[in-house]
């Protein structure tokens, strides 16, 4: 490393133009407290401003037509780890990460780090560039990046799966399929890409593989089955709240706002109830609230235009929205978002959903953190704002702008928090199950515990097993565990007696308090918007700890421990 950084020194001063700006961004590469060149520090914070001005100018370098080859490439690299270290603090930098590995890795296609750097970043929501992953991962795997032996077998294992999942959005499903057969043989307890690989077995014609391979894909699958069926194995549910008494029951609806005393004994007692206002008008009044402007995306195009959200785009044939293999976010401006409205055909759904967390914002994800004048935290949770996680805005517009019976269907799944969903505008259809039956929900990985509070815990790999170190885990995940809580069940088309579940309307103005551990299945019908409040249910640390206890029995048992070990 300090070979480069001598290099850099020696070729910069040999450059024909902008010399203050070279000595500006030469400082900020070859500082011995500032370099992001350096291995990463105990700092977990830069001077943003000092970043910034450096940044800048070294971007005015790289314009230099007679910059030394390897001078760009290190400017390149340091700039790329600078955005590495940018969002490690929570700012959105990811795209520019990428386009300096991207343009790095075509600079030097035989250099395995800026391929494998471009590839992992390039998977990002927040990048989604799958079609130039795939080569950059591809020679990782295969071309001229793939030659370099110091490569650990658990980057190796890290990038097939990224490989299959770039294939995937793609298009490429049989390729796809193939690839991930290959990762869960070596990682049988990855039950997400079990899942995704189930999913694509249902939307290709399986008979274009050839008959050995997909054999060796079922036995694969089949592995991974038993694994799953194992953990079940271990599964103990200790609830001790309130469950459904009939399948003729609804949740007890308020047609005024519940004292903070009466929403405290819902809450302890972990019952759901509604509260109807009957319209998005007198939601505002009673709370002194401005939502019902947010139904005119000009009003909401004036405030947050170029902000910046992820959006789920659904094609009318795929499956369901929440956690589908073939569907991925979008990053984009919200005025690009109103635009990808206008010009839209009826074929396709659009949902603002669930954001990433940044810096600054606080509990509010954007874009909420720039309409907070227009709403507020409802006077009945006073008693949890003090433990207030996440307050998300929920926007779609799915096909079919009337309440026809279809509707669009997220798939069913439990909130690790408690829930208070503010419906502002259109109708939704919430079918709900008791956490009494959350050992029964077929969770994409397996449910080992329902705890006294609800909450259900699904099985993740552990911190320590050698092909997840903490190395590793730093900012990317080998394994999206974030999905464990979604459900391989279809509550409309399921007519299982294992579970009891009851469905009911949300229409305007209506909120709804949903306790975690209650699996819920949404059904959207036409333009909807709302807001939703998370927050930590009774017990909060209790559950953190039973979670490690709960995971570490698993892990002490005879078979799973020999199997992170041959990992």
Same mark, same amino acid.
């Given at each position: 490393?300090?070979?480069?950084?001598?290099?850099?020194?020696?070729?910069?001063?040999?450059?024909?133009?902008?010399?203050?700006?070279?000595?500006?961004?030469?400082?900020?590469?070859?500082?011995?407290?500032?370099?992001?060149?350096?291995?990463?520090?105990?700092?977990r914070?830069?001077?943003?401003k000092?970043?910034?001005?450096?940044?800048f100018?070294?971007?005015?370098?790289?314009?230099?037509?007679?910059?030394? @080859?390897?001078?760009?490439?290190?400017?390149?690299?340091? !700039?790329?780890?600078?955005?590495? +270290?940018?969002?490690?603090?929570?700012?959105?930098?990811?795209?520019?990460? $990428?386009?300096?590995?991207?343009?790095?890795?075509?600079?030097?296609?035989?250099?395995? &780090?800026?391929?494998?750097?471009?590839?992992?970043?390039?998977?990002?929501e927040?990048?989604?560039?799958?079609?130039?992953?795939?080569?950059?991962?591809?020679?990782?795997?295969?071309?001229? @990046?793939s030659?370099?032996?110091?490569?650990?077998n658990?980057?190796?294992? *890290?990038?097939?799966?990224?490989? @299959?999942?770039?294939?995937?959005?793609?298009? +490429?499903?049989?390729?796809?399929?193939?690839?991930?057969?290959?990762?869960?043989?070596?990682?049988p307890?990855?039950?997400?890409?079990?899942?995704?690989?189930?999913?694509?077995? &249902?939307?290709?014609?399986?008979? #274009?593989? &050839?008959?050995?391979?997909?054999? %060796?894909?079922?036995?694969?699958? %089949?592995?991974?089955?038993e694994?799953?069926?194992?953990?079940?194995s271990?599964?103990i549910?200790?609830?001790?709240g309130?469950?459904? /008494?009939?399948e003729?029951?609804?949740p007890?609806r308020?047609?005024?706002?519940?004292?903070?005393?009466?929403?405290?004994?819902?809450?302890?007692n972990?019952?759901?109830?509604?509260?109807?206002l009957?319209?998005?008008?007198?939601l505002?009044?009673?709370? *002194?609230?401005?939502?019902?402007?947010? !139904?005119?995306?000009?009003?909401?195009?004036?405030?947050?235009?170029?902000?910046?959200?992820?959006v789920?785009i659904k094609?009318?044939?795929?499956s369901?929205?929440?956690?589908?293999?073939?569907?991925?976010? +979008?990053?984009m401006?919200?005025?690009?978002?109103?635009?990808?409205l206008?010009?839209?055909?009826?074929?396709?759904?659009?949902?603002?959903?669930?954001?990433?967390?940044?810096?600054g914002?606080?509990?509010? +994800?954007?874009?909420?953190?720039?309409?907070?004048?227009?709403?507020?935290? /409802?006077?009945?949770?006073?008693?949890?704002?003090k433990?207030?996680?996440?307050?998300?805005?929920?926007?779609?517009?799915?096909?079919?702008?009337?309440?026809?019976?279809n509707?669009?269907?997220?798939?069913?799944?439990?909130?690790?928090?408690?829930?208070?969903?503010?419906?502002?505008?259109g109708? *939704?259809?919430?079918?709900?199950?008791?956490?009494?039956?959350g050992? &029964?929900?077929?969770?994409?990985?397996?449910?080992?515990?329902?705890?006294s509070?609800?909450?259900?815990?699904?099985?993740?790999?552990?911190?320590?097993?050698?092909?997840l170190?903490?190395?590793?885990?730093?900012?990317?995940?080998?394994?999206?565990?974030?999905?464990?809580?979604?459900?391989t069940?279809?509550?409309?088309d399921n007519s299982?007696?294992? $579970?009891?579940c009851? #469905?009911?309307?949300?229409?305007?103005?209506d909120?709804?308090?949903?306790?975690?551990?209650? $699996?819920?299945?949404?059904?959207?019908?036409?333009?909807?918007? @709302?807001?939703n409040y998370?927050?930590?249910?009774?017990?909060?640390?209790?559950?953190?700890?039973?979670?490690m206890?709960?995971?570490?029995?698993i892990?002490?048992?005879?078979?799973?421990s %020999?199997?992170?070990?041959?990992l």
């Amino acid at each position: 490393m300090w070979v480069l950084i001598f290099v850099f020194l020696f070729g910069i001063l040999h450059a024909q133009q902008n010399l203050e700006e070279e000595r500006i961004c030469q400082e900020l590469l070859t500082s011995p407290i500032h370099s992001p060149l350096l291995p990463l520090t105990k700092l977990r914070s830069r001077d943003l401003k000092y970043d910034e001005d450096g940044e800048f100018s070294c971007e005015l370098v790289l314009q230099d037509q007679f910059l030394p @080859a390897q001078i760009r490439v290190t400017i390149h690299e340091g !700039l790329g780890w600078l955005n590495i +270290r940018h969002v490690q603090m929570g700012l959105m930098k990811h795209k520019t990460v $990428y386009r300096h590995f991207a343009t790095l890795a075509k600079i030097l296609p035989s250099n395995f &780090n800026f391929n494998y750097q471009a590839g992992i970043w390039g998977m990002e929501e927040e990048v989604s560039e799958p079609e130039e992953v795939v080569g950059f991962l591809h020679n990782c795997l295969h071309g001229k @990046a793939s030659n370099d032996s110091n490569i650990s077998n658990e980057i190796k294992i *890290k990038i097939l799966r990224e490989y @299959a999942k770039a294939l995937t959005y793609v298009g +490429r499903l049989v390729d796809s399929l193939l690839e991930f057969s290959k990762y869960i043989e070596i990682v049988p307890l990855d039950f997400s890409v079990n899942f995704i690989m189930k999913e694509i077995l &249902n939307l290709i014609d399986y008979t #274009s593989i &050839n008959s050995n391979d997909y054999s %060796q894909i079922i036995r694969n699958i %089949q592995q991974s089955d038993e694994k799953y069926q194992l953990i079940n194995s271990f599964a103990i549910n200790n609830y001790q709240g309130f469950t459904i /008494p009939s399948e003729s029951w609804t949740p007890t609806r308020f047609y005024d706002i519940p004292t903070i005393k009466m929403f405290e004994k819902y809450f302890k007692n972990r019952e759901p109830f509604i509260i109807s206002l009957n319209s998005g008008k007198n939601l505002d009044n009673i709370f *002194k609230w401005n939502t019902q402007k947010w !139904l005119d995306l000009k009003y909401l195009s004036n405030i947050i235009g170029n902000e910046k959200l992820l959006v789920e785009i659904k094609h009318r044939n795929s499956s369901n929205f929440g956690y589908n293999p073939t569907v991925r976010k +979008r990053l984009m401006s919200f005025k690009s978002y109103v635009k990808l409205l206008e010009n839209s055909t009826s074929s396709y759904s659009y949902y603002v959903n669930t954001q990433r967390s940044y810096s600054g914002q606080g509990v509010y +994800r954007t874009p909420l953190h720039l309409l907070k004048n227009d709403f507020s935290i /409802p006077s009945f949770l006073k008693s949890v704002e003090k433990d207030m996680v996440d307050i998300n805005l929920w926007l779609g517009r799915f096909i079919d702008n009337g309440y026809n019976e279809n509707g669009s269907i997220s798939r069913l799944h439990m909130d690790a928090t408690d829930n208070v969903y503010v419906l502002i505008q259109g109708k *939704k259809k919430f079918s709900i199950i008791s956490p009494i039956d959350g050992l &029964n929900m077929k969770t994409i990985s397996p449910t080992h515990h329902v705890l006294s509070n609800g909450h259900g815990l699904q099985y993740k790999t552990p911190n320590n097993s050698s092909f997840l170190s903490s190395s590793l885990r730093s900012h990317h995940e080998v394994s999206d565990q974030s999905n464990y809580h979604f459900s391989t069940i279809n509550v409309i088309d399921n007519s299982s007696k294992a $579970y009891r579940c009851v #469905s009911f309307d949300l229409n305007m103005g209506d909120i709804l308090y949903l306790p975690t551990g209650w $699996y819920h299945q949404v059904t959207s019908y036409g333009n909807t918007t @709302a807001i939703n409040y998370w927050f930590k249910p009774p017990m909060w640390e209790e559950t953190l700890k039973s979670e490690m206890q709960a995971l570490q029995k698993i892990y002490e048992s005879t078979s799973l421990s %020999q199997l992170h070990t041959e990992l």
